[in-house]
């Protein structure tokens, strides 16, 4: 019988770059912290997020140069930290390419 549970490490190793993937979480609430983590340390490149509310993950996978694109609704940090800044500069930059979905 092949093992069913992998590691952070190995989970993500299973990602290509160019992925179409989406996370859970709302916002700053319960996201997939250590696996974004883990995606930005692996640098994986080119990747495709859809996502309605998302704000450290994109903001994270973002500054780490991992995202090329994103279909949102809404990123911010809410009222306690504000905007996602990562994220707003490099879509200023031209560097990540965004549909918005409101």
């Not at 996201?31 to 309605?52: D, S, T």
């Not at 809404?74 to 500069?89: A, D, K, N, P, V």
């Amino acid at each position: 019988m092949s093992r069913k549970v992998l590691s952070l490490e190995a989970a993500v190793r299973l990602i290509p770059d160019g992925a179409l993937l989406t996370l859970g979480g709302v916002l700053l609430n319960r996201p997939p912290a250590a696996f974004v983590r883990e995606m930005a340390r692996q640098r994986r490149r080119g990747l495709r997020l859809v996502k309605p509310s998302p704000a450290y993950d994109l903001d994270l996978l973002t500054a780490a140069g991992c995202v090329a694109e994103a279909a949102i609704g809404i990123t911010t940090f809410e009222s306690r930290f504000g905007q996602s800044r990562q994220f707003r500069s490099a879509v200023e930059r031209g560097t990540l390419k965004v549909r918005e979905h409101s």
